[in-house]
């Protein structure tokens, strides 16, 4: 028998996606599940990004377009950039990909030699070892400090002679935390005096509640020339499916990308680039509901979910990171679903083992059901 590549073979599917599928077939066959796995907004694409695209496609925007992505595109995100993070960025530092997974893909490929380090602080979004390992690389683990945030003396003695990059990510999936500036500038002492990357994962940016959204590329220029930004239309503008992300960083990053993108997926869709050109030229009235009914969301589970439970205070994202009497992540999460048909992801999968995530992207009616059904579970097993 032909044998598979080694780097098939070392991956674990996705377990968001996996758990998502299991619910769904659950509901399917009449549980009555609460599904708190997906990381995506329940909210449909606003109307008039879908009566744009529909205009584009009959002016007959259906065609490649450059690898980089639409030049109309990359200059609207630029004017954002500067108008929302004091970021100033030519157009040909910017490359738009599908989806900011495919962004985040792109730049391992781009920065990473075979066993140059990435430093990924713990708990960490599911898909950054598993990338770094695709690359080439070698995922390093940093520990988190009692703000579920980078613990800095620990970040010190994970760096190397070959340490490549550090992920950022803030507002942070699964946790909800939003870094501080004087975190972001602690964070950013190591970065200038080690001369690494730092790839600063945003696509939350502006699903934010009690703080602002600082980019730690603002900090110094020297800075923004480490600094690779990922962001994306996803989240912010509940277009998912349109699979819209962007990279912007110096120009030399910015061309490796292009080419890599070139020879492998080219751009993107050229209806969901117009698309998403329309979503960032129009900005914040387009998602501003969405962000106050987070909140709100927010608000009811922190004022509602048992006195038992801990976990970091979610200030941006739409989901919390919750503890149990530190049980075992996957039993507990086994067992909610099994005793009370509340499907969540254990936080073994972010890195962390007695930590579940739940994410409140869906209806408040639904929000109510699922707390009602964690409380008695905790009342049952106190």
Same mark, same amino acid.
């Given at each position: 028998?032909?044998?598979?590549?080694?780097?098939?073979?070392?991956? &674990? $599917?996705?377990?968001?996606?996996?758990?998502?599928?299991?619910?769904?077939?659950?509901?399917?066959?009449? !549980?009555?599940v609460?599904?708190?796995?997906?990381?995506? $907004?329940?909210?449909?694409?606003?109307?008039?990004?879908?009566?744009?695209?529909?205009?584009?496609?009959?002016?007959?925007?259906?065609?490649?377009?450059?690898?980089?992505?639409?030049? #109309?595109?990359?200059?609207?995100?630029?004017?954002?950039?500067?108008?929302?993070?004091?970021?100033?960025?030519?157009?040909?530092?910017?490359?738009?990909?599908?989806?900011?997974?495919?962004?985040? !893909?792109?730049?391992?490929?781009?920065?990473? #030699?075979?066993?140059?380090?990435?430093?990924?602080?713990?708990?960490?979004?599911?898909?950054?070892?598993?990338?770094?390992?695709?690359? +080439? +690389?070698?995922p390093?683990?940093?520990k988190?400090?009692?703000?579920?945030?980078?613990?800095?003396?620990?970040?010190?003695?994970?760096?190397?002679?070959?340490?490549? =990059?550090?992920?950022?990510?803030?507002? *942070?999936?699964?946790?909800?935390?939003?870094?501080?500036?004087?975190?972001?500038?602690?964070?950013?002492?190591?970065?200038? /005096?080690?001369?690494?990357?730092?790839? *600063?994962?945003?696509?939350?940016e502006?699903?934010?509640f009690?703080k602002?959204?600082?980019?730690?590329? *603002?900090? @110094?220029?020297?800075?923004?020339?480490?600094?690779?930004?990922?962001?994306?239309?996803?989240?912010?503008?509940?277009?998912?499916?349109?699979?819209?992300?962007?990279?912007? /960083?110096?120009?030399?990053?910015?061309?490796?990308?292009?080419?890599?993108?070139?020879?492998?997926?080219?751009?993107?869709?050229?209806?969901?680039?117009?698309?998403?050109?329309?979503?960032?030229?129009?900005?914040?009235?387009?998602?501003? #509901?969405?962000?106050?009914?987070?909140?709100?969301?927010?608000?009811?589970?922190?004022?509602n979910?048992?006195n038992?439970? &801990?976990?970091?205070?979610?200030? +941006?994202?739409?989901?919390?990171f919750?503890? !149990?009497?530190?049980?075992? *992540?996957?039993?507990l /999460?086994?067992?909610?679903?099994?005793?009370?048909?509340?499907?969540?992801?254990?936080?073994?999968?972010?890195?962390?083992?007695?930590?579940?995530?739940? /994410?409140?992207?869906?209806?408040?009616? @639904?929000?109510?059901? =699922?707390?009602?059904?964690?409380?008695?579970?905790?009342?049952?097993?106190?």
């Amino acid at each position: 028998m032909i044998n598979l590549s080694q780097r098939a073979e070392i991956l &674990k $599917p996705s377990a968001t996606l996996s758990l998502n599928k299991k619910a769904k077939e659950m509901k399917a066959k009449g !549980f009555d599940v609460i599904n708190l796995t997906v990381g995506e $907004p329940d909210f449909d694409t606003p109307e008039e990004i879908k009566e744009f695209a529909i205009k584009a496609m009959k002016d007959g925007y259906t065609k490649y377009t450059e690898e980089k992505g639409m030049k #109309n595109l990359r200059e609207i995100i630029c004017e954002k950039l500067e108008k929302d993070n004091g970021l100033k960025y030519d157009p040909e530092e910017i490359v738009i990909s599908n989806g900011a997974k495919h962004s985040l !893909f792109n730049i391992f490929l781009s920065i990473l #030699n075979p066993e140059d380090e990435v430093i990924i602080p713990v708990p960490y979004w599911v898909s950054y070892p598993a990338m770094v390992l695709i690359c +080439g +690389g070698v995922p390093v683990f940093c520990k988190y400090n009692e703000k579920f945030k980078i613990d800095i003396e620990d970040l010190k003695t994970k760096i190397t002679p070959k340490t490549k =990059a550090l992920i950022l990510n803030s507002p *942070s999936n699964p946790t909800g935390i939003v870094y501080e500036k004087k975190e972001l500038e602690e964070i950013a002492e190591i970065i200038l /005096s080690n001369k690494i990357f730092c790839i *600063s994962d945003e696509v939350y940016e502006k699903i934010i509640f009690d703080k602002q959204h600082i980019s730690i590329a *603002s900090l @110094s220029k020297e800075l923004k020339n480490l600094t690779i930004i990922v962001n994306g239309v996803s989240k912010t503008f509940a277009m998912t499916g349109w699979r819209i992300g962007f990279t912007a /960083s110096r120009k030399d990053i910015a061309d490796a990308i292009g080419k890599i993108q070139g020879q492998t997926t080219s751009a993107p869709s050229s209806i969901s680039q117009m698309a998403s050109y329309y979503a960032i030229k129009e900005g914040e009235r387009l998602f501003k #509901n969405m962000v106050e009914e987070f909140k709100k969301r927010r608000n009811f589970l922190v004022e509602n979910l048992s006195n038992e439970i &801990k976990y970091p205070y979610p200030e +941006g994202a739409f989901y919390m990171f919750l503890n !149990f009497k530190n049980m075992d *992540s996957k039993i507990l /999460s086994q067992r909610l679903l099994e005793e009370k048909l509340i499907a969540t992801v254990p936080g073994e999968e972010f890195g962390v083992d007695n930590y579940i995530r739940i /994410s409140y992207a869906l209806d408040i009616e @639904s929000l109510k059901k =699922a707390v009602e059904r964690v409380n008695e579970f905790v009342k049952e097993n106190l």
